[in-house]
């Protein structure tokens, strides 16, 4: 619904009443979702530009030059609205979207990745949807994922209750393709305007004003699309074999907003108007009327713009393909948007107008619970330190996510190097050149503490990236908060918009694509802020390409410095202390100092394994490595860098900027790191005891045997399996 | 010496193979569009994975009634050499040119996953370079690849050594005794559930793991040169 200034303005610009279907596709294009009218003055201020950024942020995807005209493109998206009411169709048609945005750039999907929030799959909570939230949307996106045929290799999954009932599911591809196969978006006066694939039906209608509400009535079913990944399939392969036969002058995605955003933003990109007849439109049903024709969100439906003399050559591709397709229209002088049907004209608006939805004001402020934080408590001293590694293990957060991974085809296109679970996938562009990526999040952190929470996003992808030997070229943000009309959850969006900016100048790293979501609240109550990261790395030879797999005899260092900061941290959270102490904070320059350590390590052949110390700290990190080298590791934690006060602390803090890296090397490790001035320290090595032993200077703090380590790890396909 | 990959609306691993055939074990391989009557040409066919149609109705029900399965039907009498790969396995079963049926996962799920398979039948054009009871190490991807038959027909299939592969140690989907692929009686149509292109090249196995499943590409490369040869 538009707001009261927002009519004023409509009607000024118009100078005339809109008609119903004009206030249609105006709402529809004015929803936070399409319009980003609380978000576009901030996240223009996001560093786009890059000397491999060929395509920036702004259109279906970001485009990377990854050198011999080889480009991969990017794009994230979420479908958060649609799965929290119907969890398998909203995540199926999400995987469905982003697709769509990449081959519209001339590029062939070549891997998908999900970042999926939920709350606890805790059994004595009776009432949580959770699992069934869970279940449906990780089957929602095999079903489509792996039908079309693109694997999915990685991600990032967590566990909060600011989840309840509720859930996150943003999904991200990158496609592949040549520098001269980018799809230019250009139209002549003439060119003829052709919707092809999925009739127009009545489903997803209104999806995007839906997505730009909060969330109060589980009977908005209708607003959620129905998947179709075998027609997505062969629009793919339509469109890469219509674009390699030079057919397609232009082409965007149907998403949000139906037909009438395509139409608005495409005609507004190309900068010429349309003419368009909706009785030419395909549609599933006889009784849809116009208005539902520009508003739908059926799926797997693309807009081309075809030079009339291309037209046979494009029509006979669909043909094979047995896509249905139908011409709507043409490419007009004009710069407005006119839409006939049976030759009558039904509205007229100029695109400009529609695209450019005023922005709203929105005010900030720093939320009450952050001053309601205590900083300094008592604890109680530990007891059992091994009972309190196994529950973290146990703690889907960290523990291993097969059950997730296994539903998923991440093998298909011989691409997956690295697969699903290790700190960042690593794809096969060809057997010489690579590309690594991970998307991370933390919404404990990033509601302690937006902006630090937020670099530590960055950090924490960043150097997931470089742990695979790979440098980093691009990032991608996901910005999903609650109402942005309360300006409590306002100012947290402004803060992780501000620690983007920062980190992104800092470390030369563009911004290459992203997305906003706001209004992610039930009745319960909204989100904690919960900004995702993608961070796109690349390997320029086979020889970087390194795994977080230890073996025996490699002595084991610790780069960087384990502080305090355990607020907002798992092991808080484990002993209930979720509002207490500060979150780690990056110091950009110790961790861009840090990570060019690491790859220069790699580089130099010296280390034979690297792995992330994150969530779960020092404990859960080697927990992490004797499980996956299935070995036995001797630490004496006392040669941990660190200035903590308890054993706990050292163990389980998440201090920002850390490796812990294997080598066969030592001497020359150390030279390396010395000469870089970094904080480093021989802590231990691994043995074949298949005992994860850490002592303070002999006093036994951890002593586990593999397979307690394993069992706990594995927890997950208990819970979700029951065996 | 030519192969023909099969491609069906919604075939997905058909590029893995023209990869793999061309260039890794280098046969000369090209795409066959399913609305082909012809296939005069080719000396081997491979049906590649994927969910030709989609799976509506049934994984390969709707493929295995596409025009040109009644040229492979009659190629797959005179004896040329036929492979199934997942997908195509299940469209094979659904031709009628192999036995029994490939249904759901024990699990009602979709699992993707490296596991062991063992060699049992060495006889043929897709597994000739093998021995008996050699460990494959190779992926499966698959929701409906449980293989399921009659007793008396998994008689026959014992008695006239059509069981070709077995899985090892784990039963990933509830398959009957383990069945992992299978060939016909006279052993040139063979189909089996896990992937061998995803196992032929080095660089993609995880970690610290060899595979020798390649063979089963190079097997047909090594039957094909003999056969012409003659």
Redesign the interface.
């Known amino acids: 619904m538009l707001t009261k200034e927002e009519e004023t303005y409509l009607l000024k610009k118009l100078g005339r009443n809109p008609n119903l279907l004009e206030i249609d596709m105006i709402d529809a294009e004015w929803s936070e979702h399409c319009s980003y009218k609380s978000s576009r003055k901030y996240v223009r201020s996001l560093p786009s530009r890059g000397k491999r950024v060929i395509v920036g942020p702004g259109y279906d995807a970001g485009v990377l030059d990854i050198g011999d005209d080889d480009v991969i493109t990017v794009h994230i998206e979420s479908h958060n609205h649609p799965s929290a009411v119907e969890p398998y169709g909203g995540a199926a048609t999400g995987v469905g979207g982003v697709i769509r945005d990449i081959i519209s750039m001339g590029t062939r999907p070549i891997a998908l990745l999900d970042a999926l929030r939920f709350s606890s799959l805790d059994k004595q909570n009776k009432t949580s949807k959770s699992k069934w939230l869970f279940k449906n949307v990780v089957k929602g996106i095999a079903d489509y994922g792996n039908c079309i045929g693109i694997p999915t290799v990685g991600g990032d999954i967590e566990f909060d209750n600011s989840f309840k009932d509720y859930c996150l599911v943003d999904v991200a591809a990158i496609g592949l393709g040549k520098k001269d196969q980018i799809i230019s978006n250009h139209a002549e006066e003439g060119d003829l305007i052709v919707l092809a694939g999925n009739p127009t039906g009545k489903d997803g209608i209104r999806g995007a004003s839906f997505a730009s509400k909060l969330l109060d009535n589980e009977e908005d079913r209708s607003a959620v699309q129905i998947p179709d990944p075998f027609l997505e399939k062969l629009l793919i392969e339509a469109t890469i074999e219509a674009t390699n036969s030079n057919c397609i002058n232009a082409t965007k995605d149907l998403g949000g907003g139906g037909l009438s955003c395509c139409l608005s933003e495409l005609s507004h990109l190309v900068e010429k108007g349309f003419e368009i007849e909706l009785s030419a439109v395909h549609t599933k049903v006889a009784d849809i009327s116009p208005n539902e024709i520009m508003i739908s969100e059926s799926q797997e439906r693309m807009i081309y713009i075809i030079n009339k003399e291309r037209l046979s050559r494009f029509t006979d591709i669909f043909t094979k393909y047995g896509v249905t397709y139908s011409i709507i229209g043409k490419v007009s002088g004009h710069d407005n948007l006119k839409i006939l049907y049976d030759g009558k004209p039904i509205a007229n608006i100029s695109c400009n107008l529609m695209v450019k939805a005023p922005l709203s004001k929105r005010k900030a402020r720093k939320p009450d619970y952050l001053n309601r934080l205590k900083r300094n408590i008592e604890f109680a001293n530990v007891e059992n330190y091994n009972y309190i590694l196994l529950r973290l293990l146990a703690n889907p957060n960290i523990g291993n996510k097969d059950w997730v991974y296994q539903q998923f085809d991440h093998e298909v296109g011989l691409r997956t190097v690295i697969k699903p679970g290790a700190d960042a996938s690593v794809i096969r562009v060809n057997d010489n050149k690579f590309v690594s990526i991970k998307l991370d999040g933390n919404s404990k952190h990033c509601y302690l503490d937006p902006y630090q929470g937020m670099l530590g996003c960055l950090s924490e992808a960043c150097r997931n990236v470089v742990c695979t030997g790979a440098q980093p070229i691009g990032i991608m943000d996901h910005l999903q908060f609650g109402s942005p009309e309360n300006p409590q959850i306002y100012w947290t969006f402004i803060k992780s918009i501000d620690a983007i900016v920062d980190f992104c100048k800092y470390m030369k790293i563009p911004v290459v694509g992203g997305k906003v979501s706001f209004y992610n609240e039930t009745m319960n109550s909204p989100i904690k802020p919960s900004p995702v990261i993608g961070t796109i790395g690349l390997i320029k030879n086979r020889s970087h390409i390194t795994k977080n797999i230890p073996v025996i005899g490699n002595t084991l260092f610790i780069l960087g410095l384990t502080s305090e900061e355990l607020g907002g941290s798992e092991y808080f959270e484990l002993i209930d202390r979720q509002m207490y102490g500060s979150v780690p904070k990056v110091d950009l320059k110790t961790d861009k100092k840090n990570r060019s350590a690491v790859l220069d390590l790699i580089e130099k052949g010296s280390i034979d394994f690297v792995h992330d110390c994150s969530k779960g700290g020092i404990g859960t990190a080697l927990a992490e490595l004797a499980i996956s080298g299935n070995l036995g590791i001797k630490i004496d934690l006392k040669k941990i860098p660190n200035n903590c006060s308890r054993h706990d602390y050292l163990l389980f803090s998440e201090s920002h900027s850390r490796f812990i890296i294997g080598t066969s090397q030592p001497d020359r490790l150390k030279r390396i790191l010395s000469r870089r001035k970094c904080i480093f320290s021989e802590i231990g090595k691994t043995d074949p005891t298949k005992i994860l032993n850490l002592h303070y200077s002999g006093k036994e703090i951890i002593n586990l045997s593999y397979h307690d380590l394993i069992r706990n790890y594995n927890a997950m396909n208990v819970t979700m399996d029951g065996s | 010496m030519k192969t023909g990959i099969i491609v069906f ?2 075939s ?2 058909d ?2 193979v023209h ?2 055939l061309n260039d890794v074990v280098e046969i000369n391989a090209e795409y066959v ?1 399913h609305m082909e009557k012809s296939i005069e040409d080719y000396d081997a066919l491979i049906l590649p ?3 030709s ?4 109705l049934r994984a390969g029900v709707i493929a295995a009634q596409s025009p040109i399965m009644e040229a492979i039907k009659k190629k797959a009498n005179e004896g040329l050499p036929i492979l199934g790969i997942c997908n195509g396995f299940q469209i094979l079963v659904e031709a009628g040119l192999l036995p029994g049926a490939l249904v759901k996962n024990v ?1 009602l ?5 490296w596991l062991e398979m063992e060699v049992l039948n060495v006889n043929t054009p897709f597994t000739n370079l093998f021995r008996l009871n050699d460990q494959i190490n190779i ?1 499966i ?1 698959h ?1 409906e690849g449980r293989y399921i038959l009659s007793d008396d027909k998994l008689h026959d299939l014992n008695e006239n050594n059509q069981i070709v592969f077995k899985y090892k140690d784990q039963n990933p989907n509830g398959s009957t005794e383990m069945i992992a692929a299978i060939c016909n009686k006279e052993g040139n149509v063979m189909g089996l559930m896990p ?1 061998p ?2 196992a032929s ?1 080095p ?2 196995l ?3 793991t060899t595979s020798n499943a390649g063979l089963i590409f190079l097997s047909l490369k090594n039957f094909l040169s003999s056969y012409i040869k003659n």
């Open positions: 609306p919604g997905n691993c590029r893995d990869h793999v569009w994975g994927g969910f149609y989609g799976d509506r699990k799920r979709f699992s993707c996953k992926p991807a929701g992937h292109e995803r090249e660089i993609l995880p970690n610290q």
